[in-house]
């Protein structure tokens, strides 16, 4: 007679064949009509056993990010060094690392199927708590004060199980979950400290009127403050996003011109980059306002698709839109 627990299944660890069994149930029965005797006789395994790996139904679920929570906690708890938001990043980043597709992502993906989307609520905001916690006594070790620290764990907190959602509904399997836990964490970026508040590029507009109708208007950035001083001075602030400053050496430089032109419009010592939605309909709309269109819309090697422009306020500008590993 075979000893293997369900005939025709390779072998498994009794935690997966467990985990494997109570979403089998979820699926037919729903979370709440599924008893831990029922995932137990599914599994071929004694109750005794059961509580070996998980204390109650719901932790077959949420196991695995359970495991990774614990190791961000004592990560954050032992850190010591002087940068705690790269502290922070760094651990929210390794939690990522080698996830898999599991429990979890079955029950996001199949939420109603298994009657689980009261449940699922409540759990997640539990773990929410507890990475908003870790990251916000991180940042008020390091001096941050307490509703920054508090903001920020609980952005972090939200885009971490937000990542695991998007992965899951995605394909999780498909793509790693680091791409969409990148894209959260960047997200919730600004609400950690950092040595400068704000990166702001201030360019001269000769033609003011015809500088603001295309940024505000045809870019889309959006007017924060505006003030009007003696002699005519004006100024508008736009608001565009995340910001940050991309230093590159020489050879970086003729690599992205490689790759983003055709040789005939090299980058100037400053060029504007923007992250949109559609590179193509924005290259247009662009250049119907009055931009020279210096590089037409190309794929990199890094999944974006980018074009470069000149635009008024002599700016030289890129539009990249991020493909992802599965983008047109």
């Known amino acids: 007679m075979s000893t293997e627990p369900r005939t025709g ?15 089998e149930l979820f699926l037919e029965r729903g979370f709440e009509q599924t008893s831990i005797v029922d995932i137990t006789s599914r599994a071929g395994v004694s109750r005794s056993s059961f509580f070996n790996y998980f ?19 004592d990560r954050l708890e032992n850190d010591r060094g002087a940068d705690a938001a790269s502290a922070v990043r760094a651990a929210l980043t390794a939690l990522g690392d080698g996830f898999t597709p599991d429990s979890l992502a079955l029950a996001l993906v199949n939420t109603d199927a298994m009657g689980l989307t009261g449940e699922l609520e409540r759990e997640a905001s539990l773990r929410r708590a507890r990475i ?6 991180r940042l008020q070790r390091a001096g941050a004060a307490s509703i ?4 920020a764990g609980a952005a972090h907190g939200g885009a971490v199980l937000a990542a695991i959602e998007a992965w899951a509904h995605e394909g999780a399997g498909r793509a790693p979950l680091a791409r969409s836990l990148s894209l959260a964490l960047s997200a919730a970026a600004p609400t950690l400290p950092s040595g400068a508040r704000q990166l702001r590029v201030v360019a001269r507009a000769d033609d003011f009127e015809e500088a603001l ?36 050496n020489a ?34 709309r662009l250049v119907a306002a009055g931009a020279d269109l210096q590089a037409s819309p ?6 974006s698709l980018n074009a470069r422009l000149q635009a008024p306020a002599d700016l030289q500008i890129t539009l990249f839109q991020e493909l992802g590993p599965d983008g047109p």
Do not use: H, N
């Not at 908003?132 to 006594?137: C, G, K, R, Y």
């Not at 920054?148 to 903001?151: K, P």
């Not at 208007?217 to 910001?243: C, K, N």
């Not at 190309?298 to 999944?303: E, L, S």
């Open 9 to 23: 299944r390779p072998r498994a660890s009794s935690r997966e064949t467990l985990a494997e069994a109570a979403c």
């Open 55 to 73: 204390a109650s139904k719901s932790d077959i679920v949420w196991a695995a990010l359970d495991e990774r929570i614990g190791v961000l906690e």
């Open 132 to 137: 908003a916690l870790a990251v916000s006594q």
């Open 148 to 151: 920054a620290a508090e903001v």
């Open 213 to 248: 109708a295309f940024y505000r208007d045809e870019l889309g950035l959006v007017e924060r403050e505006s003030y009007e001083g003696e002699g005519d001075a004006r100024v508008v602030i736009l608001a565009a996003g995340e910001a940050t400053l991309e230093l590159s």
């Open 251 to 284: 050879g970086q430089v003729a690599l992205i011109d490689s790759v983003e032109t055709d040789g005939d419009a090299p980058s100037r010592p400053i060029r504007i980059a923007f992250e949109v939605g559609d590179t193509e309909s924005v290259a247009d």
């Open 298 to 303: 190309r794929i990199t090697p890094w999944r």
